[in-house]
T-cell receptor, first 117, second 110 residues
Framework: AQKITQTQPGMFVQEKEAVTLDCTYD???????LFWYKQPSSGEMIFLIY??????QNATEGRYSLNFQKARKSANLVISASQLGDSAMYFC??????????????FGKGTKLTVNP | DVKVTQSSRYLVKRTGEKVFLECVQD?????MFWYRQDPGLGLRLIYF???????EKGDIPEGYSVSREKKERFSLILESASTNQTSMYLC?????????FGSGTRLTVV
């Protein structure tokens, strides 16, 4: 079974500083994908970044980068130059294979990020 | 713009009522999912469907059922609502690596 662990219930960062949100995963599948989503107080899930298990390079999308360490089974999200609008819940998720062979997305419990002015 | 639409943003139902949560996607996606989100527990998968009339149990299917008669519509059914089913419910659809979420239904069972 696939499992995602986010050990930081809450994080605080000063505006314009960088912050790292931790995510570790567990799976026996050789092929998997890792996602990060942002959920502001309005509730919508906003896709941020994706890393495939066979990707050689760490994924980057603007101010977001994913620090993928396969041997340690970690996929930490790094947000550079934090902005007030980055305050939100952040979820790490893993695409895995269900028993019947179809795909499913498994989520961690989330980290609440607060950016202070 | 591609969309996943959940029919209700807020819903209040009484204990014992049969409740239908509807989700419609306009992207011709094969896979659709229902999650519930509770504080401190993240998103937990209730049921998912990879084709019309096909369904698979997720991690917490007890007390729920689903229906997928058409590709674009995936319904979550609470046969007899209970107070412990008060939660935020999120629908999603996917194709390949892209997952799109609806805006959620906050259900309160009183």
């Amino acid at each position: 079974a696939q499992k995602i662990t986010q050990t930081q219930p809450g994080m605080f960062v000063q505006e314009k500083e960088a912050v790292t949100l931790d995510c570790t995963y567990d799976t026996s599948d050789p092929s998997y994908g890792l996602f990060w989503y942002k959920q502001p107080s309005s509730g919508e899930m906003i896709f941020l970044i994706y890393q495939g298990s066979y990707d050689q390079q760490n994924a980057t999308e603007g101010r977001y980068s994913l620090n993928f360490q396969k041997a340690r089974k970690s996929a930490n999200l790094v947000i550079s130059a934090s902005q007030l609008g980055d305050s939100a819940m952040y979820f790490c998720a893993m695409r895995g294979v269900a028993q019947g062979g179809s795909e499913k997305l498994v989520f961690g419990k989330g980290t609440k990020l607060t950016v202070n002015p | 713009d591609v969309k996943v639409t959940q029919s209700s943003r807020y819903l209040v139902k009484r204990t014992g009522e049969k409740v239908f949560l509807e989700c419609v996607q306009d992207m011709d996606h094969e896979n659709m999912f229902w999650y519930r989100q509770d504080p401190g527990l993240g998103l937990r998968l209730i049921y998912f469907s990879y084709d019309v009339k096909m369904k698979e149990k997720g991690d917490i299917p007890e007390g729920y059922s689903v229906s997928r008669e058409k590709k674009e519509r995936f319904s979550l059914i609470l046969e007899s609502a209970s107070t412990n089913q008060t939660s935020m419910y999120l629908c999603a659809s996917s194709y390949a690596y892209g997952y799109t979420f609806g805006s959620g239904t906050r259900l309160t069972v009183v």
